[in-house]
């Protein structure tokens, strides 16, 4: 159904570059039209040296706030007027909201994060993970994990991105500050995952269209019983993760945490609670369509 697009309708919206494979516009307006909220969520395609000007004509314009993605959630913590301590700590900024002429910077990545594992039951305190790469995701993704009070271990190609990744979140740390390892020291990172209640790839290996790429470390390794939760929604179950579940281990894909990032971002907006099933619903469509 065609938005209902008056002269009170406020604008949201996403900017990225690419921006136009975004799940983002179908998941918001899906809510927005569920919740009957006078708004509407279009795509913006920014570009990387066009970004601090896009951020400063929101105000101007009266859009209540956008998304970003790549390639500007790093770059738009130096951007905005205030941060708050998610965005922080995540490094990033995947939602800005006006507040009158000022911007201020969010991340509802790590909360989207959460939720699937949250709504499944399984709790982190004093729970072994690992987590595989060490980009912007994965910052996210340790920092809710250490904070709950998990003992975690990041693996990474770069071994020097996943020891600055760890000393930046120590001071998160509720029990033990987290640990670091090279990817190419494979032995350790197969004894830690032997161990894992909890692993989690954070790396784009296997995403659509490279659906027969599995990340260096394979699911073989897992335990069986364990949790294995890949961030990748495109495909729904990356080869990794269908390994993890004929070994016997519980998998969790990406959809959760894109539509709970969404919701959050939503909520942050518009004070409205969002029906993420509307919004999952929405998306499980875009991912199947052509
Ligand atoms: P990023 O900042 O570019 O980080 C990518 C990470 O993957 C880095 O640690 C990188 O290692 C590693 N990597 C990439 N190619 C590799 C390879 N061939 N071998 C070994 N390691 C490799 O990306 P990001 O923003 O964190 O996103 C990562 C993934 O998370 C993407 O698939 C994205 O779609 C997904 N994601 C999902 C959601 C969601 O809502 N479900 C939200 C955010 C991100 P180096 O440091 O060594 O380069």
Redesign the pocket.
């Known amino acids: 159904m065609a938005p209902r697009i008056t002269g009170t309708t406020r604008l949201l919206g996403v900017f990225g570059d690419p921006v136009e494979h975004s799940l983002s516009p179908c998941m918001h307006q899906a809510a927005i039209a569920a919740l009957e909220l006078d708004y509407v969520y279009v795509p913006f395609h920014v570009r990387r040296e066009d970004l601090a000007d896009a951020l400063r004509a929101l105000p101007a314009l009266g859009v209540r706030g956008v998304n970003l993605t790549?390639p500007h959630?790093e770059r738009a913590l130096a951007l905005v007027d205030e941060v708050t301590p998610e965005a922080e700590a995540s490094g990033a900024v995947n939602t800005v909201r006006v507040e009158g002429t000022l911007l201020v910077g969010h991340c509802t990545?790590g909360a989207?994060f959460m939720a699937p594992l949250t709504s499944t039951g399984i709790a982190l305190d004093g729970v072994r993970a690992v987590v595989v790469?060490?980009?912007?995701?994965?910052r996210s993704v340790v920092h809710r994990l250490v904070s709950a009070g998990a003992a975690v271990l990041v693996a990474?190609?770069?071994a020097q991105?996943a020891a600055d990744l760890c000393a930046a979140m120590e001071r998160y740390a509720r029990r033990s500050a987290p640990r670091w390892v090279s990817?190419d020291d494979s032995a350790v990172v197969q004894a830690a995952m032997a161990e894992a209640d909890l692993v989690v790839n954070?790396?784009?290996?296997g995403?659509w269209p490279h659906l027969n790429d599995a990340?260096?470390a394979p699911a073989e390794w897992l335990r069986q019983g364990c949790t294995a939760y890949d961030?990748?929604?495109r495909p729904e179950e990356t080869l990794w993760l269908r390994r993890a579940r004929e070994r016997g281990c519980r998998t969790i894909n990406?959809?959760g945490?894109?539509v709970h990032?969404g919701a959050e971002s939503l909520a942050y907006w518009t004070g409205a609670r969002p029906p993420a099933d509307v919004m999952e619903g929405a998306v499980r469509i875009a991912l199947t369509g052509p």
């Open positions: 790549i959630k990545d989207g790469g060490a980009g912007g995701a994965a990474n190609r770069r991105r990817l954070t790396t784009p290996i995403m990340p260096p961030l990748i929604y990406g959809i945490m894109l990032q």
